[in-house]
């Protein structure tokens, strides 16, 4: 919800209001800004990719620093003293900006603005509904883009995150003056970085762009929201979720008449037919994983059922009312085995 402020609140803060005859008209785009806990880049390296997905274009950037990268999407700077605002706001880098947009043109005719020194404007909500305009793209290109690059940065010996720090709404006029919304979320937490160079980053790209449209829609918004998540029980539940999802889709992509008779070729159809009765008939969640470890994903381990069955099991107390928690590490275990499924279950 966006707090209203008095006329005198707003002027004290540096907004005049303007009317009619002061309208602005600009077409806008989201920049959604993540730091990257757990690698580091080149010096100076900025790496910029582009895609669609679900129908919508975006431009990405990655560099260790936020102004590189906004002046590879915008031709601005984020901010005028970047050191400083990452002292400020405890961010270091590397970041990863998401541009969405831009759109057609919006136009106000009232509300508040602030002129800036260098010409440009910032509007307080006065376009609300290029706000919602972005937001529905956003909520269909971002999930399965982080989902892409949790996927594509993590390896099995470093762990990798990206958060969301802030977001920018950012327009230009017809004559090029840049009108800005911006609001800012940070959170904290300590990883070990591992060295990217600009060639690997270029491809870890390449990547992104190839995964994040094959990815399910479901299940990448569901582990997004689990990478964003600071409570552990939601962030439990939203992996697990995630599971569940990939799981029943795979089982329903299975042909169980083709992979029993891999099994049981020299058994004839007798018994091929009764297994094939007793699969399509399974409803637990638990032995459909071990089905599809077995005919979808090889790359599972005996370990990974196992670690299944456990996460299951405190899901299951959950939802009994067993109890109100996930014992401690278990939301960091599901991630684990839910980025695991969601690289190995794309399309």
Same mark, same amino acid.
């Given at each position: 919800?966006?707090?209203?402020?008095?006329?005198?609140?707003?002027?004290?803060?540096?907004?005049?209001?303007?009317?009619?005859?002061?309208?602005?008209?600009?077409?806008?785009?989201?920049?959604?800004?993540?730091?990257?806990?757990?690698?580091?880049?080149?010096? /100076?390296?900025?790496?910029?990719?582009?895609?669609?997905?679900?129908?919508?274009?975006?431009?990405?950037?990655?560099?260790?620093?936020?102004?590189?990268?906004?002046?590879?999407?915008?031709?601005? /700077?984020?901010?005028?003293?970047?050191?400083?605002?990452?002292?400020?706001?405890?961010?270091?880098?590397?970041?990863?900006?998401?541009?969405?947009?831009?759109?057609?043109?919006?136009?106000?005719?009232?509300?508040?603005?602030?002129?800036?020194?260098?010409?440009?404007?910032?509007?307080?909500?006065?376009?609300?509904?290029?706000?919602?305009?972005?937001?529905?793209?956003?909520?269909?290109?971002?999930?399965?883009?982080?989902?892409?690059?949790?996927?594509?940065?993590?390896?099995?010996?470093?762990?990798?995150?990206?958060?969301?720090?802030?977001?920018?709404?950012?327009?230009?006029?017809?004559?090029?003056?840049?009108?800005?919304?911006?609001?800012?979320?940070?959170?904290?937490?300590?990883?070990?970085?591992?060295?990217?160079?600009?060639?690997?980053?270029?491809?870890?790209?390449?990547?992104?762009? /190839?995964?994040?449209?094959?990815?399910?829609?479901?299940?990448?918004?569901?582990?997004?929201?689990?990478?964003?998540?600071?409570?552990?029980?939601?962030?439990?539940?939203?992996?697990?979720?995630?599971?569940?999802?990939?799981?029943?889709?795979?089982?329903?992509?299975? /042909?169980?008449?083709?992979?029993?008779?891999?099994?049981?070729?020299?058994?004839?159809?007798?018994?091929?037919?009764?297994?094939?009765?007793?699969?399509?008939?399974?409803?637990?969640?638990?032995?459909?994983?071990?089905?599809?470890?077995?005919?979808?994903?090889?790359?599972?381990?005996?370990?990974?059922?196992?670690?299944?069955?456990?996460?299951?099991?405190?899901?299951?107390?959950?939802?009994?009312?067993?109890?109100?928690?996930?014992?401690?590490?278990?939301?960091?275990?599901?991630?684990?085995?839910?980025?695991?499924?969601?690289?190995?279950?794309?399309?």
């Amino acid at each position: 919800m966006t707090l209203k402020f008095s006329s005198a609140a707003m002027k004290a803060m540096g907004y005049k209001e303007f009317t009619e005859a002061e309208a602005i008209s600009a077409s806008f785009s989201s920049i959604t800004i993540y730091q990257v806990k757990g690698i580091s880049l080149e010096a /100076n390296s900025t790496e910029i990719s582009s895609g669609t997905i679900a129908r919508v274009d975006y431009r990405l950037a990655i560099s260790s620093s936020i102004n590189a990268a906004c002046t590879a999407l915008l031709q601005d /700077n984020f901010t005028d003293d970047e050191e400083k605002w990452k002292i400020d706001s405890n961010c270091q880098g590397p970041f990863v900006l998401i541009q969405i947009g831009p759109t057609p043109e919006h136009k106000c005719a009232n509300g508040h603005i602030a002129v800036e020194k260098d010409g440009s404007i910032i509007t307080y909500d006065c376009f609300p509904t290029v706000r919602a305009e972005l937001a529905e793209l956003e909520s269909r290109v971002l999930p399965p883009i982080i989902s892409a690059l949790t996927c594509v940065f993590n390896v099995d010996t470093h762990y990798v995150v990206f958060k969301k720090i802030t977001s920018l709404f950012t327009g230009k006029t017809s004559s090029g003056i840049l009108v800005r919304d911006t609001r800012i979320e940070f959170r904290a937490e300590g990883l070990v970085s591992y060295k990217q160079a600009n060639q690997q980053v270029a491809e870890k790209l390449d990547l992104v762009k /190839n995964l994040a449209s094959t990815l399910n829609p479901k299940a990448s918004r569901f582990f997004s929201l689990g990478l964003s998540e600071i409570d552990q029980l939601k962030k439990f539940l939203y992996f697990f979720l995630e599971l569940e999802i990939e799981t029943h889709a795979a089982f329903g992509r299975i /042909n169980h008449e083709t992979e029993i008779k891999k099994l049981l070729d020299k058994n004839g159809l007798p018994i091929t037919k009764l297994i094939q009765i007793q699969l399509t008939g399974l409803k637990n969640i638990y032995d459909k994983f071990i089905w599809c470890a077995t005919c979808e994903w090889p790359e599972i381990s005996d370990s990974d059922i196992t670690e299944f069955k456990l996460l299951k099991k405190e899901r299951d107390n959950i939802a009994h009312g067993s109890t109100s928690e996930p014992p401690p590490g278990f939301a960091l275990r599901a991630e684990k085995l839910a980025h695991k499924i969601l690289w190995l279950a794309k399309n």
